[in-house]
């Protein structure tokens, strides 16, 4: 077997993201609407605003991610993409891989380019701290996306699934929001939290494509 | 198994909720041999078809298959963005092939069309297109499900050549077909 299928699965992924146009950038909308709200709730104290910023753009950051994850694979049971695929002889969870990292690149990665800019608007000091920050949450949000996306191969043939895609993913988000927040906070755990949030990212990617696959699978059958 | 026979299915059986669907189902693809499915609508046509695809697990049974095989459905598997030339360059790469798409796009009287997104083209056009891919690469079995939905006369004796070729080679063929006039088989199944 190669790895054609794959890299295709990619491409197609890929392709399908830019071709959307909007489609691309409606998380990114949705990530810089919440978080530009939040002052306008609890007020403009800098202090305050410097407190919650990193914490609420981890909370937007996984919000967001579940805005388009609905249409990843719903969109192949209907058009029939996905019996092409599945018959590839490439396995379904490197297929379903495949399509949620080309998933995240364009749509998960572009919020944590934004990150810094966000976290200028809630006070945060212009220094080297933004950049580690943005890798924080690029790291976490490949943990977002791809437990989102077991949520999305799960609802694949649910009409308005988005709904069952938060009530599966959410809890699984927990680990990478807990460990995202203390790793930016200034906690005495806060120099072992970035790892702790490897970690998780590094579960998701180990784990979650097996349950898209079989899920993937089962959506086919 | 019979000897040398590419598609081998037996005792297929499969349950949709609390009804059977179909049972005891068993069929055997010659090379050279087209095999027409026939029964009403939601007979399992389909389903049988998926099932010898690997898509669908049946409940009883056990399906073997010596070599590749193309699969042509009602859903094309075409993105709304997707032109036929995209399509075929896609899959083109997925299986390893390196394919002259114009040539092939020509071929199938999709010339015109062959830049234009799918989301714009009209059944028949989506139709040529998944069509096309048989061409992509040789494999000997060819389920089909419909193929001849939406075509015109003219992209039906295309269809028609191509199964015959397919069939002089050796290759094997089984295509659900509603009440098409003209399409050679020899051999029957009616689930």
Same mark, same amino acid.
């Not at chain 1, 998960?108 to 949450?137: C, D, H, K, V």
């Not at chain 1, 069952?164 to 200034?186: C, E, Q, R, W």
């Not at chain 2, 050796?170 to 659900?176: D, E, L, N, Y």
């Given at each position: 077997m190669s790895g054609a299928p794959i890299l295709s699965a990619f491409r197609q992924a890929l392709g399908e993201a830019w071709a959307g146009g909007a489609g691309a950038l409606l998380p990114l909308g949705f990530f810089a609407g919440t978080t530009v709200l939040?002052?306008?709730?609890?007020?403009?104290?800098?202090?305050?605003?410097?407190?919650?910023?990193?914490?609420?753009?981890?909370?937007?950051?996984?919000?967001?991610?579940?805005?388009?994850?609905?249409?990843?694979?719903?969109?192949?049971?209907?058009?029939?993409? %996905?019996?092409?695929?599945?018959q590839t002889g490439a396995p379904a969870a490197a297929i379903a891989a495949a399509k949620t990292f080309a998933h995240w690149l364009t749509a998960g990665l572009p919020l944590a380019l934004l990150s810094p800019?966000?976290?200028l608007m809630f006070q945060a000091r212009a220094s080297?701290?933004? %950049?580690?920050?943005?890798?924080?949450?690029?790291?976490?949000?490949?943990?977002?996306?791809?437990?989102g996306g077991v949520g999305a191969a799960l609802s694949a043939t649910v009409r308005r699934g988005g709904?069952?895609?938060s009530l599966i993913a959410l809890p699984l988000y927990v680990p990478t929001a807990i460990f995202g927040a203390l790793a930016m906070g200034d906690g005495p755990s806060s120099a072992s939290a970035p790892l702790f949030l490897a970690a998780t990212t590094l579960f998701a990617l180990a784990a979650a494509p097996f349950a898209m696959g079989a899920a993937l699978r089962l959506a086919a059958d | 198994?019979?000897?040398?026979?590419?598609?081998?299915?037996?005792?297929?059986?499969?349950?949709?909720?609390?009804?059977?669907?179909?049972?005891?189902?068993?069929?055997?693809?010659?090379?050279?041999?087209?095999?027409v499915l026939r029964g009403a609508n939601g007979a399992?046509?389909?389903?049988?078809?998926r099932i010898l695809a690997g898509l669908t697990q049946a409940e009883t049974g056990e399906v073997s298959k010596q070599g590749a095989h193309h699969w042509i459905a009602h859903r094309e598997g075409l993105k709304p963005h997707e032109t036929p030339a995209d399509h075929l360059r896609l899959w083109a790469?997925?299986?390893?092939?390196?394919?002259e798409?114009?040539?092939?796009?020509?071929?199938?009287?999709?010339?015109?069309?062959?830049?234009?997104?799918?989301?714009?083209?009209?059944?028949?056009q989506r139709r040529r297109t998944a069509l096309a891919r048989l061409r992509l690469e040789d494999r000997p079995i060819w389920l089909l499900d419909e193929p001849f939905t939406a075509l015109d006369a003219d992209g039906k004796s295309l269809l028609q050549a191509m199964i015959s070729n397919h069939r002089t080679q050796g290759g094997g063929v089984i295509a659900a077909i509603h009440g098409e006039a003209g399409f050679e088989f020899d051999t029957q199944v009616e689930i």
């Amino acid at each position: 077997m190669s790895g054609a299928p794959i890299l295709s699965a990619f491409r197609q992924a890929l392709g399908e993201a830019w071709a959307g146009g909007a489609g691309a950038l409606l998380p990114l909308g949705f990530f810089a609407g919440t978080t530009v709200l939040v002052p306008l709730g609890v007020g403009t104290e800098p202090a305050t605003l410097r407190a919650i910023g990193p914490g609420i753009l981890w909370v937007s950051l996984a919000l967001s991610s579940l805005v388009t994850l609905e249409r990843v694979f719903q969109a192949d049971t209907e058009d029939g993409a %996905l019996d092409l695929w599945l018959q590839t002889g490439a396995p379904a969870a490197a297929i379903a891989a495949a399509k949620t990292f080309a998933h995240w690149l364009t749509a998960g990665l572009p919020l944590a380019l934004l990150s810094p800019m966000l976290l200028l608007m809630f006070q945060a000091r212009a220094s080297g701290a933004l %950049l580690e920050n943005m890798g924080l949450y690029a790291i976490g949000g490949i943990a977002f996306y791809f437990w989102g996306g077991v949520g999305a191969a799960l609802s694949a043939t649910v009409r308005r699934g988005g709904l069952l895609i938060s009530l599966i993913a959410l809890p699984l988000y927990v680990p990478t929001a807990i460990f995202g927040a203390l790793a930016m906070g200034d906690g005495p755990s806060s120099a072992s939290a970035p790892l702790f949030l490897a970690a998780t990212t590094l579960f998701a990617l180990a784990a979650a494509p097996f349950a898209m696959g079989a899920a993937l699978r089962l959506a086919a059958d | 198994m019979s000897v040398g026979s590419l598609l081998y299915g037996n005792n297929i059986g499969i349950m949709r909720g609390e009804r059977v669907l179909f049972r005891d189902v068993s069929l055997s693809l010659s090379p050279g041999e087209a095999i027409v499915l026939r029964g009403a609508n939601g007979a399992g046509k389909t389903t049988l078809l998926r099932i010898l695809a690997g898509l669908t697990q049946a409940e009883t049974g056990e399906v073997s298959k010596q070599g590749a095989h193309h699969w042509i459905a009602h859903r094309e598997g075409l993105k709304p963005h997707e032109t036929p030339a995209d399509h075929l360059r896609l899959w083109a790469r997925a299986w390893g092939q390196t394919v002259e798409v114009r040539q092939l796009l020509a071929d199938m009287g999709l010339s015109k069309p062959a830049d234009v997104p799918a989301k714009y083209l009209s059944a028949g056009q989506r139709r040529r297109t998944a069509l096309a891919r048989l061409r992509l690469e040789d494999r000997p079995i060819w389920l089909l499900d419909e193929p001849f939905t939406a075509l015109d006369a003219d992209g039906k004796s295309l269809l028609q050549a191509m199964i015959s070729n397919h069939r002089t080679q050796g290759g094997g063929v089984i295509a659900a077909i509603h009440g098409e006039a003209g399409f050679e088989f020899d051999t029957q199944v009616e689930i």
